[in-house]
């Protein structure tokens, strides 16, 4: 299903950052088997329950970090940066901030 279609930067000359979106997790994580895939993060039991955490993904160029402006209402609990291809890939598992 297509929402919000965006015309991004071109991948074969990528620089700096591109947040590509927060994904609210609502359910089971799906078992895998992990020789099956080049590489697999594990997230502890209890992040991902309910309406409570979700995933935050950022394509960035070599060396460089995501920006912080999408990060500000959530915790990261875990993030893992995927360098086997260019952009490299950053995956966070976020939590929202406690209010104050």
Request: include cysteine.
């Amino acid at each position: 299903m297509k929402s919000m279609e965006q015309q991004r930067q071109r991948l074969d000359n990528f620089r700096g950052t591109e947040h590509l979106g927060y994904f609210g997790w609502h359910g089971a994580l799906p078992k895998c088997n992990p020789s099956d895939y080049t590489d697999v993060m594990r997230v502890p039991a209890g992040i991902l329950t309910g309406l409570r955490g979700g995933f935050m993904v950022d394509l960035v160029e070599p060396g460089v970090v995501p920006k912080p402006l999408h990060r500000q209402l959530h915790d990261v609990v875990l993030e893992q940066t995927f360098k086997d291809c260019s952009p490299w890939v950053v995956i966070a598992v976020v939590v929202p901030k406690p209010h104050r």
